[in-house]
């Protein structure tokens, strides 16, 4: 079976609850095991089972308002001769009148309960609220997002991936244009710099940053105070720190043979030459140059020195770094809420500091972002209202607000962070190159090759990286002779 994004996202639902992909996973960093393939605020209260229309990848009947009839309502401003608040007009008014609450899906499904706690607060600045449907099936959210397009039921608000999945429906003409939100939101000092990057598409703006993630290395501090460690600065001080849990019998490292199974490929090569891995995603650089080769070969030095899990181990990495199976766990800030779910305190119980630079040539510290979009379908019901619940979700007031609920870092630099481990991870923030996920900065054609490689070297680690690295570069090599 061909692996790809969202079959890496099914398993990851499957294994690792709440996690991705990015990225900022999929690439994003949601998914639930235990929730059903599709869960709504509607179906919550009537206690209804959409299991079996989640399994074909329809639109769950009766989960919405919109789905208790075959014609939507009339869409609020977004009809004929209204001026589209993303098509170059002014940003909308954040009071836009909808039909009723904005239809909204998402792969998330375990974060019902977040996303909830939003309606008073958006109710109250906005007098707009959300009906949640929520998937944990990542493929069958797709399918029910890309057939909800070719109906008169088009989806109103929806959580997307970055990269070539926005790409895709971006260019199909399926998205609102949101320029103007960004513009907006660049003036009021709302998103950091760089940020848009990952929305823009021939120079447009297409949706607004639902969440964004930070690669940092989370650790369990009484292992490092029983051991005397301390957090290292440089990458001979990681390794020292290393050597001493392998000499000890504590496990170093965290790693995953699928969905993460790209991290420790990133780290290295970020690490080690940054424009060889932004090259990665332009064409510049190839799987086999130099640097890609020895960023692989580090990586088998590191799993050949036992630095790693067992990747088979299904236990869940938040568990694993409670219990101490684990020393170190290297995620998106996502973790946070990961370990606060079981038990864990931030700042006594665990830590996160920023994994060092594997080159000492590499004066800026290297920091990975994983961001995922908050999209509005073009010509759907409550089209403008949905923009206008958009642009409200990007300020400091909303974002505030949603960081205090999730535990977790905002977009918006505004925010404060009450989390005391994520707000002393972040005071290195000024020094950080930031830098794209590899997930999203790499084309699909790519990906599919290079995950399940990179899945076997995880699994079964060897010294030549060079077939496999030759494999994935044939084919960039076709990607990039299209272009």
């Known amino acids: 079976m061909k692996k790809s994004r969202r079959f890496a996202t099914i398993l990851a639902a499957a294994l690792v609850p709440v996690l991705a992909a990015t990225a900022c996973g999929s690439s994003d960093s949601g998914s639930g095991a235990s929730t059903p393939a599709a869960t709504s605020s509607a179906e919550t209260a009537a206690g209804s089972d959409t299991a079996t229309s989640a399994a074909t990848g329809e639109?769950?009947?009766?989960t919405s308002s919109a789905a208790a009839s075959s014609e939507p309502a009339e869409s609020s401003g977004a009809g004929e001769g209204s001026t589209s608040a993303g098509s170059g007009g002014a940003a909308p008014d954040c009071k836009v009148p909808a039909s009723g609450p904005l239809q909204f899906a998402t792969d998330?499904?375990?974060w019902q309960p977040d996303f909830e706690s939003m309606n008073d607060k958006s109710t109250a600045d906005c007098g707009l609220s959300i009906n949640f449907t929520g998937y944990s099936d990542a493929a069958q959210y797709d399918a029910f997002i890309k057939q909800g397009f070719q109906t008169n039921q088009k989806p109103t608000l929806f959580t997307w991936h970055t990269g070539d999945q926005l790409k895709e429906l971006v260019d199909q003409g399926l998205i609102s244009e949101t320029t103007d939100l960004w513009k907006a939101a660049e003036a009021n000092g709302d998103v950091p710099a760089g940020l848009i990057?990952?929305?823009?598409?021939?120079?447009?703006?297409?949706?607004?940053?639902l969440l964004v993630a930070y690669w940092g290395m989370y650790y369990n501090k009484k292992i490092f105070a029983d051991n005397n460690l301390q957090v290292p600065t440089t990458w001979a001080d990681f390794v020292k720190v290393a050597d001493t849990l392998v000499a000890k019998g504590i496990v170093p490292l965290h790693q995953m043979n699928i969905i993460f199974e790209f991290v420790w490929f990133q780290a290295l090569l970020v690490g080690s030459n940054p424009e060889a891995y932004v090259g990665l995603g332009t064409g510049k650089t190839k799987y086999t140059d130099p640097a890609v080769v020895d960023a692989v070969k580090a990586w088998y030095e590191m799993a050949n020195k036992k630095y790693f899990i067992d990747p088979g181990v299904q236990t869940d990495p938040q568990t694993l770094l409670k219990?101490?199976?684990v020393a170190m766990a290297y995620f998106g800030t996502f973790f946070t809420g990961q370990l606060t779910s079981v038990g864990m305190k931030s700042n006594e119980d665990y830590g996160i500091f920023a994994l060092p630079n594997f080159s000492p040539d590499v004066k800026k510290q290297q920091m990975v972002l994983e961001t995922g979009p908050l999209c509005v379908g073009k010509g759907s019901q409550d089209e403008q209202a949905a923009l206008a619940y958009s642009a409200w979700w990007m300020g400091q007031d909303a974002q505030q607000a949603w960081s205090d609920k999730r535990g977790d870092v905002s977009f918006n630099p505004k925010v404060?962070?009450?989390?005391?481990?994520l707000a002393e991870f972040l005071k290195g923030q000024g020094d950080w190159e930031i830098q794209k996920r590899w997930l999203e900065a790499t084309p699909n054609p790519i990906y599919t090759v290079a995950s399940p490689a990179f899945g076997e070297f995880v699994t079964n680690p060897v010294a030549d990286p060079m077939p496999m690295l030759t494999k994935i570069q044939e084919a960039a090599d076709k990607y990039w002779a299209g272009k």
């Open 59 to 62: 639109s769950p009947a009766d």
């Open 197 to 209: 990057d990952n929305y823009t598409y021939d120079g447009k703006q297409y949706c607004v940053p």
């Open 108 to 110: 998330k499904a375990a």
């Open 323 to 325: 219990t101490g199976k």
């Open 416 to 421: 404060t962070v009450k989390d005391p481990a």
